[in-house]
Structure formats: structure tokens, C-alpha cells
């Protein structure tokens, strides 16, 4: 198959054009490499070549990347032609950047959404899949959040989520393409960004074990996130573009698991064998206190397998990193 994915060369864009590619299949990357890394997608096309918004194939032909950005409608227009579905995660993934800069990244998050929907009803492309976020839920306490839990975001990055969501209904309920929606909570696994200021937790504190830094935990650590690794979200992805059941359904992605930053520092340090004393730093504005999930439905719907346990996960992604630290000294 022709599959577009947009974000492509970022944490999850990634981890999923690499098993698209091992399956057999044809991507294009769209990404305008803000946060996405060439990097990133080395093994899937040695000898890419960044060119600005050209299409540059890669040397096994399977990998194309196409630089630019999703809020250019012309630019994704183009490359959505002749695809047979689209897997879309291009966004400005941060909380706080949209606090800073809803506008900005409201072009990206809900008008880059619109832009590959309509590229997709125009163009005839059956199936797109949306990565939304648990983020719509804001602060709802009735916990564990199901699928048709109230909706109430609290940041612009929530909101743009909600709407995102909105559009692929509509688009479907429409018959102009059939959208899926699937809500991450906490994603963590190989090739996630460890550094900058908007770092996820899983990554940052691996590193800080790694190099032997005092992990720093913002708040008690005993505020909750459920915590669902990579691979398991690509493998819903490719479920979502295939079931035809999962048409214009919005779906909760999570393992239903309620996790500490404690919790999750005494796994690491079973996996690392370091156990070092974090940094208690003050509580960051907007932290929400508790959040999981029920996932049942989209495991129900799309037929995925149990989830990946969190010390496996855990154990592949340190070993990413230690790979990683070796590959840069070398
Ligand atoms: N990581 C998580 O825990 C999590 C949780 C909920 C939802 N999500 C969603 O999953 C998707 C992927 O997130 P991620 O964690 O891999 O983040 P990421 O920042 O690693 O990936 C986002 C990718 O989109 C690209 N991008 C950003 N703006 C773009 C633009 N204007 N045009 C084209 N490309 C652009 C970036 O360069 C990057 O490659 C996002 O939609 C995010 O909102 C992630």
C-alpha cells in the first residue's frame, strides 16, 4: 500500500514508518522537521536527503520524505496524491508551546488536521487516522477516563485535539473520507526526545540515570500517568487504517495501568541497576494529578493484543539509549 505520514520523522511518526517499511509497504514522510529528526528514520532509508518541501526518495525506495509543513494545504495536497491512507501525527505535541502560542499552533494542530482531511476527500483517500491525546479530558476526575468520558480541555493543545477529533467525525459522518481518532495518554519508547525544555519524563529520567544525574521530579512524584510504550500505539495505528468498524470512532489508547514518577524511578531502577535520589523541584503549573484510562474498547474494536508490560518497554528503551550514548561516542 501508499501510506502518507505526516509527522513521520517524530517519536511515534517514526517508530510506525519503520514497520510500515519492514512490512513491505510505500511512505512518505511529510514533516517539516521542527521537533522530527532525520535521524530518526536512518534505518528505514539510508542516504535520505533533506531538500526544502522536495520529495527525496531513499536509497531501498520504500521511504520518501517530503519537508514542509501540513499547514501549507497546497504542499499536502500534493503529497497525499495517490495514497491509500494516511496516518496523521504531524502537531506541536506540547502542552505548554500551545499556552505560549495557541495561534501559532493552531494552524499546525487544527488547520495542518483540516489541510489532510481535505486533501483526503478531495483526492478520494479512504482512511485517515488521527493521533489525538488525552489531553481533551483536562482535569475530569472520574477516573479511569473511558472513551465517552466528558470532554473538558484545560490548554489550547487540548482543544485543538477536540476539534481535530470533531473534524474526522464530521468528515465521516460526510462520507468524504472515514477518520479515526486515538487518544494517547503517555507514550514513551525508543527515538522520544530526551532533551529540551518540553522533554517527556520517560526519556529525561533514563538519561539522567544513564549519565548518572539525580533524575528531577517536578511536584511529589506521586502524581499518576498511564503509561503505554510505542510499539503498541503503532500497532494500533495500522489496526485503525484497516478495521472497518473503527470508521469515525474516537478511541481512548491506554493500558488502564495508574502510574507514579515513583513508580516509575524504582522501575527504571530495576532495569538499570541505578537507583540514585530524585530532585524534588516545585510543582509545574497545569500538572494534572492523576491520570488513566480505559482502553477496552479500542482493544475490543481493533483487536489488539495485551499491552506491552511497562518493564519490558521500559528495558528496550534504556537499551535504545545506551545504543544510542555508543553509536555518538564512537
Ligand atoms: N508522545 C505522547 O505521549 C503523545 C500523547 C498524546 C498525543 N500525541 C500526539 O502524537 C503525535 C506524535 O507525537 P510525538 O510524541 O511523536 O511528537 P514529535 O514532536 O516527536 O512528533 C511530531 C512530528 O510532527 C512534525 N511537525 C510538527 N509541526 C509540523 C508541521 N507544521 N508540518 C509538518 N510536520 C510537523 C515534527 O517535526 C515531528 O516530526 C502528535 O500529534 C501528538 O500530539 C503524543
Not at 133 to 143: C, I, R, Y
Request: proline letters at 5%; one cysteine or more; glycine letters at 10%.
Amino acid at each position: 500500500m501508499n501510506y502518507l505520514v505526516t509527522g513521520g520523522a517524530g517519536f511515534i511518526g517514526s517508530n510506525l514508518v519503520h514497520v510500515l517499511a519492514r512490512e513491505g509497504h510505500r511512505v512518505t514522510v511529510l514533516d517539516d522537521l521542527s521537533t522530527g529528526k532525520l535521524e530518526n528514520l536512518a534505518e528505514s532509508s539510508e542516504g535520505l536527503a533533506a531538500g526544502g518541501g522536495q520529495l527525496s526518495a531513499g536509497l531501498d525506495g520504500r521511504v520518501a520524505l517530503a519537508v514542509g509543513s501540513v499547514s501549507d494545504a497546497d504542499f499536502v495536497m500534493r503529497h497525499a496524491a495517490g495514497m491509500d491512507g494516511i496516518f496523521h501525527l504531524a502537531a506541536v505535541a506540547s502542552v505548554q508551546r500551545s499556552m505560549e502560542e495557541p495561534a501559532a499552533c493552531h494552524a499546525v494542530n487544527v488547520t495542518g488536521t483540516l489541510n489532510v482531511l481535505e486533501a483526503a476527500r478531495v483526492l478520494g483517500v479512504k482512511r485517515v487516522v488521527l493521533s489525538s491525546s488525552a489531553a481533551v479530558f483536562g482535569d475530569n476526575p472520574e477516573l479511569p477516563l473511558r472513551s465517552d468520558s466528558r470532554t473538558g480541555p484545560i490548554s489550547p493543545y487540548g482543544l485543538h485535539k477536540l476539534m481535530c477529533e470533531q473534524y474526522g467525525k464530521l468528515y465521516t459522518a460526510c462520507g468524504w473520507t472515514e477518520a479515526t481518532a486515538l487518544r494517547y495518554f503517555n507514550v514513551f519508547g525508543p527515538r522520544q526526545d530526551p532533551n529540551g525544555e518540553y522533554a517527556a519524563v520517560v526519556p529525561r529520567f533514563i538519561t539522567a540515570l544513564l549519565a548518572g544525574r539525580r533524575p528531577k521530579v517536578f511536584g511529589d512524584g506521586l502524581q499518576t500517568r498511564d503509561f503505554l510504550y510505542v510499539e503498541d500505539v503503532v500497532r494500533a495505528n495500522l489496526a485503525a487504517m484497516l478495521c472497518p468498524d473503527a470508521a469515525g470512532r474516537v478511541l481512548n489508547l491506554c493500558a488502564g495501568r495508574e502510574t507514579s514518577l515513583l513508580d516509575l524511578l524504582d522501575a527504571l531502577a530495576g532495569v538499570t541497576g541505578k537507583r540514585p535520589e530524585p530532585e524534588f523541584l516545585a510543582p509545574r503549573e497545569g500538572d494534572i494529578r492523576r491520570s488513566f484510562g480505559s482502553g477496552d474498547e479500542a482493544v475490543r474494536l481493533l483487536g489488539l493484543p495485551p499491552w506491552t508490560s511497562i518493564a519490558k518497554g521500559l528495558a528496550e528503551s534504556v537499551e535504545f539509549f545506551l545504543r544510542k550514548d555508543l553509536d555518538e561516542q564512537a
